[in-house]
């Protein structure tokens, strides 16, 4: 079954964390590459992190060690954690997946990259 349901939103206040998790009903997705993307009210949706097929990951540069992906193929969840959050990481946050093994660059990442995506989890963060 190919859906993604991304939990773990919330309201933070500046310098918290938040762990984020996208669950996905596919094994075929445990070897394919997953991400996650974010958009902030009247902004282009942005990558964030790329998990690949292999679990390395890429980063954008934005992120400078704050956020970690890991992927649990046990339980079929893609995590996010996001430590030392500021307002500027207030948005709603995506899970995506496509096919192939390797992510593009999330700092050039597309929407349209993307084939499958989920319905998104709000995060919010207070100054």
């Known amino acids: 079954q190919a859906q993604l349901v991304e939990s773990g939103g919330g309201s933070v206040q500046n310098g918290g964390s938040l762990r984020l998790s996208c669950e996905y009903f596919d094994d075929e997705l445990n070897e394919r590459c997953m991400a996650w993307f974010r958009q902030a009210p009247g902004r282009k949706r942005e990558g964030v992190i790329g998990n690949e097929g292999d679990h390395t990951s890429k980063y954008a540069n934005f992120v400078k060690g704050r956020f970690t992906v890991s992927r649990d193929t046990t339980k079929r969840t893609l995590y996010l954690q996001m430590n030392r959050l500021t307002p500027e990481d207030t948005g709603m946050y995506y899970c995506?997946?496509?096919?192939?093994?390797?992510?593009?660059?999330?700092?050039?990442?597309?929407?349209?990259?993307?084939?499958?995506w989920g319905q998104g989890t709000q995060v919010t963060v207070s100054s």
């Open positions: 995506a997946a496509k096919r192939g093994v390797r992510c593009p660059d999330p700092n050039y990442a597309e929407k349209s990259d993307y084939g499958l």
